[in-house]
């Protein structure tokens, strides 16, 4: 039924977004990347991220370490690439919690208005209220500190953020013509926002989303520099961070900093890939 | 043959004065855009001209060009358009070769524009007398002192009801048809020579329509205004028009005074737009659509009339060579093979 | 299709009015009575209400195809949305088929089996279709959501063969469609559930004049194979004269004219409709200007004319009395006019 220059069709559309702005391209690069080190960081890390080596505590970065050795020897870049694995994951788990509660809460508040729209934006607003280290000590204090509860409050925190864009895109979408389309053909209130409103959301919010994403991966990092969720010696960018912030003021300046170029290299291709993503799935962007 | 009834608009006023000498001429321009699906052909070999007193009415269909065409003129084309050649000359200026700075001094002052869609012109955080100061700072050679009476004088002369109060209004408290006056008001406060008037009443209702053209003509007839309307409904480029181009894909392909243009076309097109307008007709079998669309302007094979897949009358030679309206001519055809040829 | 027959009274008086010899009376398919819109401005029980639609009384016979008239702000767009159910009245009735449709809520009359026997056509088709929704699944949208009997497919190319829709195009989305075949696809999504009455909302307002008289041959051509009854509402009154047996005009949520389509463009009988008539541009009249603006539609004097202030022929009365649409002056068969000083 659908013409048979579909799937021809999306695989140009995709080579256009990829080529049209340099910048997507290497997003995407990096992205791609990111992804290798989290799904294949053990095997492709050139030494075991836990091994511990005294001797060569400390050493700056060199053609046998490339990001050096931090204080028990072991080799910052093993560590960093490992690292991947969870801090992605923290994020991923974060987000998509978010996503998957807040955009349809969102959507329905924005597109039913009224009371249901009351409360869902008086709960955005209670939750902004607190901030993200305050609500994760809260939870952990309360629930014990394991990576679930991290997960958790972080997805909590970035609830705000999807029922606002969702509510505020699914508002401005409820009086559009095809919405009326949408009842004249038969659907309920709730098939309509199933069914046109809210796919019709998704692509802004693909950028909400990765842009998000960035966001996650520093919280993750954040919560675990100050010692809740991610326990030493697991390896994970905040706590490499805060393993090496001791060290800046002495000289040795890779246990830091390296990590911490890795984090912010990882965050800002998840931000440059949001702007990707919209083009990708925007049926209007595609000629 | 035609059902669109020119009701003289000199019927309805004064008669069109004597036209006196062409105050803008293009002659022979051509207009590309580059994209990257390919280079679009938006303007071929457009000549066109407009005298002192003169209202021209400019008709085409959407993506006929007479957008892009009134753009260019102004200089205020999209970046990614280049002229490829012609001249436009307003009152002997080249406005091709004129600075950014000049062309800012003749826009406003010498030459008044009408946008389509009057709310999306207008600034929504300031008020229209502010707006009219503003041109009048300008463009007016009016004092500092004068300026606020010289607005609402300005507001008065568009039949806006109780300018003193309007004065301070914001756009967004007016109705379309009062801020497409304001428009107007807007354009003709500096005094200028030629107006442009790019589907002015696009949008508005039928009685605002023939308020505010009503307007328009009266206040150009009185100063001898060069006014070049741009507009796709035919009939209304009947009543109101002295003399009318017609613009199909990027090609002038017909000029001459309305009364001739609607009696005796000699374009194909001419003939099949008039004959696929509701207005005058007494039964919708009537109607005869026109067959095709417009061609796609980035072929690199496009015939050299490019109405030429849709003409029932076309020949061999009409694929490979064509004589464009000339500059200046009051009454043409690019046609090999018009209607009621010998 | 058609549904049972339904008890018309009212149209065995209308006929006797139109005389002896008129045409045979025709079955009502949906009559409005008393039909009233108000939106409040702000909040609370005080608020100002907006009278956007405000007592219109009609008739919709069953193959008749009706104009609706009037300009920005009149209300015909409000009107057509509450007689196709898509928004609910504040007063009045609104009766289908012999059924009392204006007691059902909009949001359940959509899931409702009688969601199908009425459709509207949109004037804006780009808006109107879901982006991400190719044409194929806009137009078998309807037989899907009403589970309508039969192959689905077979439906849809059924009715995209009868608006000229070539199936190749059916896979299509939107913005890879030019702005004629947009319309038609709109066109046969209405189509689609084979309702008995469509309401167009100046569904040829937004193309191309070459590309409007192809959608205005297509509508004419389905109603007569079809049997559709129309209720076309546009601002184009010689589109409305070509389509149209018969034509309402509205002014300011109020129906001031009524009458067969050619003796009303021949011979208004309200003052705006003159004025209207006057103002198209290429009907070799001149236009008669109406003065100053039109009155505000926010809590209207309900004793004087809407029209009082603007009109040509306006006098003191004008200002004590809200008329109500009646017979001419000459009793012309079918036609009603709201005036104290009618022209006929």
Not at chain 2, 58 to 86: H, M
Not at chain 3, 152 to 177: F, I, N, T
């Amino acid at each position: 039924m659908p013409a048979s220059g579909a799937t021809p069709r999306r695989v140009s559309h995709l080579r256009y977004v990829l080529t049209e702005n340099p910048v997507t391209l290497v997003a995407v690069v990096m992205y791609c990347v990111l992804v290798l080190m989290a799904g294949f960081g053990p095997m492709i890390a050139p030494y075991d991220p836990l091994a511990t080596a005294p001797e060569r505590a400390l050493q700056p970065p060199s053609a046998a370490h490339w990001f050096g050795t931090d204080a028990l020897g072991r080799d910052i870049l093993s560590r960093c690439i490992v690292a991947a694995r969870l801090d992605l994951g923290l994020a991923v788990s974060a987000v998509a919690l978010s996503f998957a509660i807040g955009a349809p809460l969102g959507a329905a508040a924005g597109f039913f208005g009224g009371w249901a729209d009351r409360v869902v934006s008086r709960l955005a607003d209670t939750i902004m209220a607190f901030p993200l280290f305050v609500l994760a000590m809260g939870i952990v204090a309360a629930m014990g500190n394991t990576l679930a509860n991290i997960v958790i409050a972080t997805a909590i925190i970035n609830l705000p953020f999807y029922i606002r864009v969702a509510r505020a895109e699914a508002n401005v979408r409820r009086s559009a013509g095809f919405v009326e389309s949408a009842r004249l053909a038969g659907n309920s209130e709730w098939g309509v926002l199933v069914r046109h409103v809210f796919p019709n959301l998704l692509p802004p919010m693909a950028v909400q989303v990765s842009l998000n994403m960035g966001w996650a991966i520093l919280n993750a990092a954040g919560l675990s520099f100050i010692g809740l969720g991610v326990r030493p010696p697991t390896p994970e960018w905040g706590i490499l961070v805060a393993e090496g912030a001791q060290y800046i003021l002495s000289g040795e300046w890779w246990v830091a900093l390296l990590p911490g170029a890795v984090l912010m290299t990882a965050v800002f291709s998840f931000n440059l890939l949001g702007d990707a993503l919209r083009d990708l799935l925007d049926p209007r962007r595609r000629t | 043959m035609s059902a669109v009834a020119t009701h003289a608009p000199a019927a309805a006023d004064d008669a069109a004065p004597a036209p006196g000498r062409a105050l803008l001429e293009m002659t022979d321009v051509s207009l590309e855009f580059r994209t990257r699906s390919g280079t679009v052909r938006a303007l071929q070999h457009v000549s066109l001209s407009v005298r002192r007193g003169e209202i021209v009415g400019l008709v085409g269909e959407s993506g006929s060009g007479k957008s892009v065409l009134c753009y260019a003129l102004l200089g205020l084309s999209d970046r990614a358009a280049r002229i490829t050649s012609g001249r436009i000359d307003y009152d002997g200026i080249d406005l091709r070769a004129a600075s950014e700075r000049e062309l800012q001094d003749l826009r406003g002052r010498e030459i008044g524009m009408v946008f389509q869609n009057p709310r999306a012109a207008l600034n929504p955080i300031r008020t229209i007398g502010r707006q009219l100061e503003d041109v009048l700072r300008r463009h007016g050679a009016v004092r500092r002192a004068d300026l606020r009476e010289r607005a609402i004088e300005a507001l008065r002369e568009v039949a806006i009801a109780d300018p003193q109060r309007r004065h301070r209004a914001y756009p967004f408290e007016l109705s379309g048809g009062m801020c497409q006056r304001v428009m107007i008001a807007l354009a003709l406060c500096g005094a200028p020579r030629l107006l442009i008037a790019d589907e002015p009443t696009t949008g508005l209702d039928v009685t605002t329509q023939a308020a505010v053209l009503a307007l328009v003509r009266e206040r150009v007839r009185a100063s001898r205004v060069a006014t070049l309307l741009i507009t796709h409904d035919l009939a209304l480029a009947a009543d109101f028009c002295d003399r009318i181009v017609v613009m199909h894909a990027g090609h002038v392909v017909e000029t001459a005074p309305t009364g001739a243009l609607f009696g005796a076309p000699r374009h194909p097109y001419t003939q099949a737009l008039i004959a696929s307008t509701p207005a005058g007709r007494d039964a919708l079998e009537e109607l005869r659509p026109i067959a095709g669309g417009l061609p796609d302007l980035r072929r690199e094979d496009l015939p050299a009339c490019r109405f030429l897949e849709r003409c029932p009358r076309a020949l061999p030679a009409c694929r490979d060579a064509l004589a464009h309206v000339a500059p200046g001519a009051a009454h043409a055809v690019a046609c090999n093979n018009p209607l009621g040829a010998p | 299709m058609s549904g049972e027959p339904s008890p018309d009274v009212g149209v065995a008086a209308e006929a006797a009015a139109r005389g002896p010899g008129a045409a045979l009376p025709r079955e009502v398919l949906l009559e409005a009575i008393g039909l009233s819109r108000r939106f409040a401005i702000g909040s609370g029980r005080r608020a100002p209400q907006l009278h956007a639609v405000d007592d219109v009384s009609l008739r919709l016979h069953r193959g008749e195809s009706v104009g609706l008239v009037g300009e920005s702000g009149c209300g015909k767009s409000t009107l057509a949305r509450l007689l196709a159910r898509l928004i609910d009245p504040t007063e009045g009735a609104i009766v289908f088929e012999g059924r009392d449709v204006g007691a059902i809520r909009a949001r359940d009359f959509a899931v409702s089996g009688q969601r199908a026997r009425i459709q509207l056509v949109f004037q804006d088709a780009t808006d109107s279709l879901d982006p991400r929704q190719t044409a194929f699944e806009a137009i078998a949208e309807p037989a899907v959501r009403m589970r309508l009997p039969g192959d689905v497919a077979a439906r849809v190319r059924r009715v995209a063969d009868e608006v000229g829709l070539p199936s190749e195009l059916l896979g299509r989305y939107p913005h890879q469609l030019s702005g004629g075949q947009r319309a038609r696809v709109g066109i046969a999504r209405a189509l689609c559930p084979e309702p008995a009455l469509l309401v167009l909302d100046e569904p040829t307002a937004a193309l191309d004049v070459s590309v409007q008289a192809v959608v205005l041959q297509l509508l004419a051509r389905l109603r007569r194979e079809r049997g559709l009854t129309y209720l076309f509402v546009s601002h184009d009154l010689n589109v409305v004269r070509l389509l149209c047996d018969r034509v309402l005009v509205m002014y300011l949520g109020r129906l001031v004219e009524e009458g067969p389509a050619r003796a009303v463009f021949d011979a208004p009988a309200h003052p705006y409709t003159a004025a209207l008539l006057s103002a198209i541009p290429g009907g070799g009249r001149a236009p008669e200007v109406l003065p100053g603006e039109v009155r505000s539609p926010i809590d209207p004097d309900p004793s004087a004319c809407r029209f009082h202030g603007r009109c040509p022929a306006g006098e003191a009365a004008c200002g004590r009395t809200l008329p109500q649409l009646e017979a001419t002056r000459a009793g012309l068969p079918g036609r009603r006019v709201a005036c104290l000083k009618p022209r006929v």
